[in-house]
């Protein structure tokens, strides 16, 4: 998978071309697009796979945010939304559904990553925290990120 450096506002690109191309920073929704278009072979347009669109309409959950989450229910390329627990330094902050004026605010919030479910590189993602994008085992996931949903996004292509 190709590595890239984390850029807040560096999100989803518009063309399979442009993903295939040069680049070098992007966010975590780019990750979810580059991550179903090298693995998959298929390209999410930007609307697609951009938050609150991706959470309200793409694909089907396969957890939802009433469930309890559960990562023995995902399989290869689904896409787990989180709350954000700690910042970089490790210092706690609080990003729960509470803390947001309307639904959306809170879903545009959320973190986006791809399980993959192989040993000890169970996530891949873009954050902040390693200024890149990266693999990280569930059990680091979850020191910084608490789940909340998690999709299917390739089944709304067929």
Request: proline share 3%; aromatic share 14%.
């Amino acid at each position: 998978m190709k590595e890239f450096d984390y850029r807040f506002d560096a999100g989803p690109l518009g063309s399979a071309d442009e993903l295939a191309g040069e680049w070098s920073e992007g966010n975590c929704r780019r990750a979810v697009q580059l991550y179903l278009f090298s693995m998959r072979g298929e390209f999410l347009e930007p609307d697609r796979v951009l938050c609150p669109e991706v959470y309200n309409r793409t694909g089907i959950f396969v957890i939802d945010v009433d469930g309890k989450f559960d990562f023995e229910c995902l399989s290869s390329g689904d896409v787990i939304f989180a709350e954000r627990l700690k910042d970089g330094r490790g210092a706690k902050v609080n990003c729960r559904r509470d803390t947001f004026a309307s639904n959306d605010e809170y879903v545009i919030s959320l973190h986006t990553a791809v399980w993959t479910g192989q040993k000890s590189q169970e996530i891949w993602h873009a954050t902040a925290i390693e200024r890149s994008s990266c693999y990280w085992s569930a059990q680091r996931f979850l020191e910084f990120y608490r789940p909340v949903a998690a999709k299917r996004l390739l089944s709304a292509l067929s």
